[in-house]
């Protein structure tokens, strides 16, 4: 027996059908018999409102997965931690043992060894005496704090403050690092501070792994005639830096046309603030303020050389939404790939 199929039109369906509009997203699905209409596709399958359906929780989801993420991978790094501007800053590298700056003290950066204070201000340096005493309490290793030269004493007397009104030890060894000088925090690892543009005293940090190359007159010997030299005395080798990780603090973009700051501009992660991202504040504002605006970093774009850049300080005033907007702008322009540290801000997903 032949089944004839009737031929199944749209033409008498309203326009206000999704398959009428011009961004519908999906094909009109079809049997064999001719297309399958609107109507029965609603009646018959519920197929559209599942769809719809779909998205939304999948749209849920992604921004839930945003809001909720904790920590960046980069480069063979992990960034952690949160900034937010006027708040608290605290970003944190495992791999390193290393914090930057220290506002409030949360309970990852008790076990990293190495503290590196950019300046002066509450929500960059408050928890500091917190994170001395904790990893006493924990018996931890007294760590090491680098600081400013200029704030070097008054972070003396806050301890010795903190000291007498508590009766507690609180060790800890205390770094006043110049601009342009180097500290070795082990044997293949150094710190070197550069000179960042702030409303008072401050400086960023560049952080070099060490490794040493056999020297050029050296290349064309064999394994044992570099061993005889080696166990004679003479130095085979050159000592070769490499920048890894450059964290700014905050700062005018004044360090980008800065020639002492090439490392930053050229270390694997530049981990950056971005106060301002859009037209309700100016840069202009941004600069009375000593921070830096989103479009200065675009307007410099051209000096970057790093292979990731880590966004963060943002104000408060912005959402994750907001964020993820600059974030595209800046990628745009850059081939390093380019990330926010959102953790803190609150989403529309909330």
């Not at 079809?30 to 399958?45: D, F, L």
């Not at 966004?311 to 081939?335: G, P």
């Amino acid at each position: 027996m032949q089944l004839i199929c009737p031929q199944i039109t749209v033409s008498n369906l309203p326009n206000l059908s999704p398959f009428h509009h011009p961004n519908f997203p999906f094909p009109i699905p079809h049997n064999k018999c001719g297309p399958v209409t609107a109507s029965a596709v609603v009646k018959g399958s519920g197929f559209l409102s599942a769809i719809g359906r779909t998205i939304e929780e999948e749209e849920y989801r992604k921004a839930r997965a945003e809001v909720n993420r904790k920590g960046l991978g980069l480069e063979g790094y992990s960034i952690e931690g949160l900034s937010i501007g006027g708040h608290e800053t605290c970003v944190i590298v495992p791999e390193l043992k290393s914090a930057f700056d220290i506002g409030r003290c949360p309970s990852r950066a008790v076990h990293q060894n190495f503290v590196f204070i950019t300046h002066a201000h509450l929500d960059h340096i408050g928890g500091l005496p917190m994170y001395v005493a904790t990893r006493g309490l924990y018996s931890l290793k007294p760590p090491t704090v680098v600081v400013h030269p200029g704030i070097k004493e008054d972070v003396e007397r806050l301890f010795d403050i903190h000291r007498a009104m508590g009766q507690v030890e609180l060790n800890f060894d205390l770094v006043a690092l110049d601009v342009g000088e180097t500290y070795e925090m082990r044997n293949d690892l150094v710190v070197r501070s550069f000179k960042t543009h702030h409303v008072i005293p401050s400086q960023g940090y560049v952080i070099y792994s060490v490794r040493k190359k056999l020297k050029k007159q050296y290349m064309h010997l064999k394994g044992t005639q570099i061993e005889k030299l080696k166990k004679s005395g003479v130095e085979i080798t050159d000592t070769i830096l490499c920048p890894e990780v450059a964290f700014t603090g905050d700062t005018m973009s004044d360090f980008f046309l800065d020639p002492r700051s090439a490392d930053a501009l050229r270390a694997k992660i530049l981990i950056t603030e971005a106060t301002f991202l859009d037209e309700s504040v100016s840069a202009e504002h941004a600069r009375e303020h000593g921070h830096t605006h989103l479009f200065e970093i675009i307007e410099h774009a051209k000096w970057i050389r790093n292979k990731a850049i880590v966004l963060t300080h943002f104000s408060s005033r912005y959402d994750i939404e907001d964020i993820r907007q600059a974030q595209s702008k800046l990628q745009s322009k850059v081939s390093a790939k380019v990330v926010a540290l959102t953790e803190g801000f609150k989403s529309k997903y909330s």
